[in-house]
Each structure stands twice: as C-alpha cells, then as structure tokens.
C-alpha cells in the first residue's frame, strides 16, 4: 500500500470525521451533513467516490459488514497522518462556490416574478440554515469538549448566513 501525503478537502473531510470511529457511507453522508453543512457540502456520490480511493491508498480499511451489506470504514494509521499533513498544508485562499449567489448575479435575466421567486427561496433556505446554525453554536458553548476552534466555525456559520439574509435584503425585486 502506498501512503498519500497530500488529499483533497472531501477526502480530508471524511478523514476527520472518521476520527470519531468506525463508520458506514450513509453514516459518513449524514455526519459530514450535521458537521459541515453550514459551510462545506460533502454529496452522497462524493463519499462512495472518495471511500474505495482512500481505502486502495491504505488511508481506511474495511471494518464490520452491517445490515443490508452496509460497509463500514475505519481509519488507519496512514490515514491519521495523511489527514494530519492535510491539516498542516499551505494552500491558496478559500474560495466561495455558491450556485444561489451566482443566481442572484445573474438574475437580471429573468423576469420579474422569477426573481421574486428566487428571492423567496433564498431567504426560505437561508432562514433555515441560520436557525440550524444558531442551534449549532449554542452546542459548541455548552459542549464540554468543544474547542475554542469549533466555537468560532459555529459563530461563522450564524455570521455567514445571516450576512446572506441581509444582502437579500438590500435586493429590489422589480
């Protein structure tokens, strides 16, 4: 088996979570949701994409068979450290990849009602997530094991949507 240095953000995602223990592709889907979804979206198909690569590099090795021929992956040693040099990479700026702002950017192609409609779901689903992200950091202040790190990720959850929230605001929709 060969040992991976570098691997990508899914990748290094699923690694952390991992940290916690054994766990299936559907238990990795819902935890990576729960976890990261206020700012990094990990899909189904990227998971079961990204399992049997980092278990062919020796990152994770097959555990417990469950229910429904259920797999479930454990992280390995290798992984650990393939995780740890992620963790410790230099790299560019964050980019912002949202397909709703770009939307918005280009909303002046649509009409009237469509932009009203966009508008609408925008702030729908961004009032969601601002609640779940208030939920959120409200568990990483109470949480005895949570870190100064997972509080401050939680606050730029609330921040960050409710900066959505405003700029939808600013909108005029005529």
Same mark, same amino acid.
């Given at each position: 088996?060969?040992?991976?240095?570098?691997?990508?953000?899914?990748?290094? @995602?699923?690694?952390?979570?991992?940290?916690?223990?054994?766990?299936?592709?559907?238990?990795?889907?819902?935890?990576?949701?729960?976890?990261?979804?206020?700012?990094?979206?990990?899909?189904?198909?990227?998971? $079961?994409?990204?399992?049997?690569?980092?278990?062919?590099?020796?990152?994770?090795?097959?555990?417990?068979?469950?229910?429904?021929?259920?797999?479930?992956?454990?992280?390995?040693? @290798?992984?650990?450290?393939?995780?740890?040099?992620?963790?410790? @990479?230099?790299?560019?700026?964050?980019?912002?990849?949202?397909?709703?702002?770009?939307?918005?950017?280009?909303?002046?192609?649509?009409?009237?009602?469509?932009?009203?409609?966009?508008?609408?779901?925008?702030?729908?689903?961004?009032?969601?997530?601002?609640?779940?992200?208030?939920?959120?950091?409200? $568990?990483?202040?109470?949480?005895?094991?949570?870190?100064? $790190?997972?509080?401050?990720?939680?606050?730029?959850?609330?921040?960050?949507?409710?900066?959505?929230?405003?700029?939808?605001?600013?909108?005029?929709?005529?």
């Amino acid at each position: 088996m060969t040992e991976v240095n570098t691997v990508n953000a899914t990748a290094a @995602a699923l690694l952390g979570l991992l940290h916690a223990g054994p766990m299936t592709g559907g238990q990795l889907v819902s935890s990576a949701g729960e976890r990261y979804g206020t700012f990094f979206s990990v899909t189904r198909s990227q998971v $079961y994409r990204e399992l049997p690569v980092l278990a062919e590099a020796g990152l994770l090795r097959l555990g417990s068979q469950g229910p429904r021929a259920s797999q479930q992956y454990v992280l390995t040693p @290798a992984g650990r450290r393939a995780f740890k040099a992620w963790l410790n @990479a230099v790299e560019g700026a964050d980019q912002l990849r949202s397909p709703f702002i770009l939307r918005l950017l280009h909303a002046g192609s649509l009409t009237v009602r469509q932009r009203r409609a966009l508008v609408a779901r925008g702030r729908e689903d961004y009032t969601g997530r601002l609640t779940r992200a208030e939920e959120a950091a409200k $568990y990483a202040d109470s949480s005895l094991s949570a870190t100064p $790190y997972a509080r401050a990720v939680a606050e730029f959850a609330v921040a960050h949507n409710r900066a959505v929230l405003t700029l939808l605001d600013t909108l005029s929709t005529d």
